[in-house]
C-alpha cells in the first residue's frame, strides 16, 4: 500500500530544481503576478515555486525583476490601508449585529453586554456603579424596575426605542440642571 502511495505522490511532486518553459502567451505575466501575491501572503520561494509549478531559481528571477519588483513594492503600501478599509466595512457589520442582540435578547445580562460593548467602541465611557438598597418602607413605585416594561420596549421598533432613549437622555439632562441649580442655591450665603 505504501507503494503505491508514494508512486502516486511521486506523480504529482513538483521539481522546483527544474526551470519551467513557458509555452502560452502571457503565461509568464500570470506566473509572475500570482509569484507577486504569493510573496505579499509571505509564502517562501520553495512554497511560491511549488504552488506555481516553476523553480526556485525562476521565483528569485521574478521577484529580482524591476517591474516585478515595483508591482510588489507598491500592493506592499496598499494593503495596510486595503486592511483597514475591509476591517471598517467588517466594525459596521459587527455594530449592527451587537445591537440585534441587544434589541431581541430576552435576557438583561445579555442586553446589558452588548449596550456596553457598543458603547466600548465609540469610546464613551462606563459610568461608575453606586449600589442602593431599597427602602421596604417606601415600597417599589418605580414604573422602570416592572419586567412587563422592559418586554415591551424590547419588542417595540427601532423607532420607538430611539424614542424612549431620547425621552431618557431629556429626562437625565433635566435632573442634572435641577441638581445643579439646587447646588448652587445652597452655596449661596445666607
Known amino acids: 500500500m505504501q507503494a503505491k502511495t508514494d508512486k502516486v505522490k511521486k506523480r504529482y511532486k513538483v521539481n522546483v530544481k527544474r526551470k519551467r518553459k513557458f509555452d502560452i502567451e502571457g503565461e509568464q505575466d500570470l506566473v509572475s503576478d500570482m509569484v507577486v501575491i504569493l510573496k505579499l501572503a509571505n509564502y517562501t520561494n ?3 515555486a511549488m504552488i506555481c509549478g516553476i523553480s ?3 521565483v528569485k528571477i521574478f521577484l529580482e525583476d524591476g517591474n516585478v519588483r515595483k508591482k ?3 500592493l506592499k503600501e496598499k494593503l495596510p490601508q486595503a486592511a ?3 476591517g471598517r466595512q467588517y466594525l459596521i457589520e459587527a455594530v449592527q449585529a451587537v445591537a440585534h442582540v441587544m434589541r431581541t435578547s430576552t435576557d438583561d445580562a445579555i442586553v446589558l453586554k452588548a449596550a456596553g460593548e457598543l458603547f466600548d467602541r465609540f469610546g464613551i465611557p462606563k459610568s461608575s456603579k453606586i449600589e442602593t438598597t431599597p427602602d ?4 417599589d413605585g418605580d414604573p422602570m424596575s416592572d419586567p412587563s416594561l422592559m418586554v415591551k420596549l424590547r419588542k417595540a421598533s427601532p423607532e420607538v426605542q430611539q ?5 431618557h437622555e431629556m429626562f437625565m439632562s433635566g435632573v442634572e440642571q435641577l441638581l445643579g441649580k439646587q447646588e448652587e442655591t445652597s452655596d449661596e450665603p445666607t
Open 46 to 48: 520553495t512554497q511560491i
Open 84 to 86: 483597514l478599509d475591509l
Open 163 to 167: 424614542g424612549v432613549a431620547d425621552l
Open 56 to 58: 526556485r531559481g525562476q
Open 136 to 139: 421596604p418602607s417606601e415600597g
Open 72 to 74: 510588489y513594492l507598491a
